[in-house]
């Protein structure tokens, strides 16, 4: 049991750090394309199970790639995680990554809910990518279609 | 419940409502700190039961706790739809809860074939 906790930390130490400043964005973004090739040398764990968000910047959008899972056990983290990016840059637009996320449910849409609400505030907007047809029916049944633009592709959502 | 043969939507709807009701046993019942949750199912004809129950705070209101958008949560992160998406995805919620002793949410569903 031990030997099993000790590789599951092995494999999940790939979180990015964050000591955002504008300038760490290039950071983050080379950090984030370093967790990319040592999960893949790792047996490609990002892609089976990988529990936490990755956050990406181009300009003043903020793309967060969201986990596999979104449920209330892994969506813990991502309010404070981009209030802490928030705070510290210049972001008019979040855009949600849903392309790897194959389950969320009501936990999901609080936490998108309350992005949603944060960048209203500031006169910011909210989109969706890739997201598939489990999270498709969550998103319509909580409402979160009306507020965001659904986009196809990564690209569609970061030119508007 | 594979010997149902559910469809892949069916199977999604009671993951999420067993999501949901797990999420509240966490939050809610043990109020974060931890405890046993009870899931146990059971399957009559082409319907499945399933029961997810908890020995935690309990609930004083649970008509007020089942309303939609209904959320004790101060930080705004809680959507308050757990009992909706319950109710949205299975043919019937019923829930039995007495304060400071626990809640159990019993949930049926008819599997198409």
């Known amino acids: 049991m031990a030997e099993f906790e000790k590789t599951l930390q092995k494999k999940h130490i790939f979180v990015v750090s964050f000591f955002i400043h504008p300038d760490y964005f290039r950071h983050i ?35 967060v790639h969201l986990p596999e899972e979104l449920d209330h056990h892994n969506c813990s983290g991502l309010k404070y995680e981009t209030d802490l990016i928030l705070s510290e840059n210049y972001i008019r637009r ?34 969706i990518y890739g997201a598939g047809s489990q999270a498709l029916r969550i998103l319509k049944m909580g409402g979160i279609l009306k507020l965001m633009k659904l986009y196809d592709s990564k690209e569609a959502a970061v030119t508007g | 419940m594979a010997r149902l043969d559910p469809t892949l939507e069916e ?35 082409q319907e ?29 992160v809680r959507s308050g739809m757990g009992f909706s998406f319950m109710e949205a995805f299975m043919d019937q919620v019923e829930v039995k809860s007495e304060p400071d002793k626990g809640t159990a949410v019993i949930m049926k569903k008819k599997i198409s074939r």
């Not at chain 2, 004083?60 to 089942?66: E, F, L, R, W, Y």
């Open chain 1, 29 to 63: 973004k080379n950090t984030l394309l370093w967790c990319y090739g040592q999960t893949i040398r790792n047996g490609g764990v990002l892609h089976m199970n990988q529990p936490h968000f990755t956050y990406e910047a181009e300009g003043h959008t903020l793309i």
């Open chain 1, 94 to 127: 979040i855009i949600f990554d849903f392309s790897r996320t194959r389950f969320m449910d009501s936990s999901g849409i609080g936490i998108l809910l309350n992005r949603y609400k944060q960048m209203a505030l500031s006169g910011g907007n909210v989109a």
């Open chain 2, 48 to 76: 499945i039961t399933v029961s997810i129950r908890d020995t935690g705070v309990g609930i004083t209101d649970i008509k007020q706790a089942m309303e939609p958008m209904f959320t004790t949560d101060p930080d705004g």
């Open chain 2, 11 to 45: 199977m999604e709807d009671v993951k999420t409502a067993v999501s949901e009701a797990v999420t509240n046993a966490v939050i809610h019942g043990y109020q974060g700190k931890g405890g046993i949750i009870y899931i146990e199912v059971t399957v009559e004809g």
